[in-house]
T-cell receptor, first 112, second 112 residues
Framework: TQLLEQSPQFLSIQEGENLTVYCNSSSVFSSLQWYRQEPGEGPVLLVTVVTGGEVKKLKRLTFQFGDARKDSSLHITAAQPGDTGLYLC????????????FGTGTRLQVTL | EAQVTQNPRYLITVTGKKLTVTCSQNMNHEYMSWYRQDPGLGLRQIYYSMNVEVTDKGDVPEGYKVSRKEKRNFPLILESPSPNQTSLYFCASKYLSTDTQYFGPGTRLTVL
């Protein structure tokens, strides 16, 4: 059983469209991170959210942590081809700060 | 240049032949971790280490060993590899006080 479920698994959109990726769990996380991974490389951290209800913005990317700290979302406005990649959420369960559980991943392709 | 290095990058081996994948970081990070990445399952943590001589199991430790004799190195040992250990492996490191993990470039292992 996967602790963190991401949806959708695949997303193919055109440049300029908006999109939202979801990361859901039945467990409570003390913090949640979002990563982007490009082919042939390791994941790169985009953001960490730690407070229920927290919203963080990184240029065209908006990250939200659910009030109950069980879910998160990543919204991309006006997607660009450079946003193409695998997006991963990862969380630390309460009391296990050093143990990171990753979601199943969302593969995003943005075409011209 | 601050980085995490892994060797080898690609390895094809046969069932039962012991192998070691090395991981080294030059950032003086206390925390190091090994993950495997499989399609549809995301990244799963194998083992992690919070400092020299301190290691702990992640979510999928069976069939793997690690050691942390020096701060910079965290080798992953497969004593008797099996085909179900065919995967893409990532090493990562970070300071204990921060969230940002730095990932290595990955090792693609095939066990025949």
């Amino acid at each position: 059983t996967q602790l963190l479920e991401q949806s959708p698994q695949f997303l193919s959109i055109q440049e300029g469209e908006n999109l939202t990726v979801y990361c859901n769990s039945s467990s409570v996380f003390s913090s949640l991170q979002w990563y982007r991974q490009e082919p042939g490389e390791g994941p790169v951290l985009l953001v960490t959210v730690v407070t229920g209800g927290e919203v963080k913005k990184l240029k065209r990317l908006t990250f939200q942590f659910g009030d109950a700290r069980k879910d998160s979302s990543l919204h991309i406005t006006a997607a660009q081809p450079g946003d193409t990649g695998l997006y991963l959420c990862a969380g630390s369960l309460t009391g296990t700060a050093s143990k990171l559980t990753f979601g199943t991943g969302t593969r995003l392709q943005v075409t011209l | 240049e601050a980085q995490v290095t892994q060797n080898p990058r690609y390895l094809i081996t046969v069932t039962g032949k012991k192998l070691t994948v090395t991981c080294s970081q030059n950032m003086n990070h206390e925390y190091m971790s090994w993950y495997r990445q499989d399609p549809g399952l995301g990244l799963r943590q194998i083992y992690y280490s919070m400092n020299v001589e301190v290691t702990d199991k992640g979510d999928v430790p069976e069939g793997y060993k690690v050691s942390r004799k020096e701060k910079r190195n965290f080798p992953l040992i497969l004593e008797s590899p099996s085909p179900n250990q065919t995967s893409l492996y990532f090493c990562a490191s970070k300071y204990l006080s921060t969230d940002t993990q730095y990932f290595g470039p990955g090792t693609r292992l095939t066990v025949l």
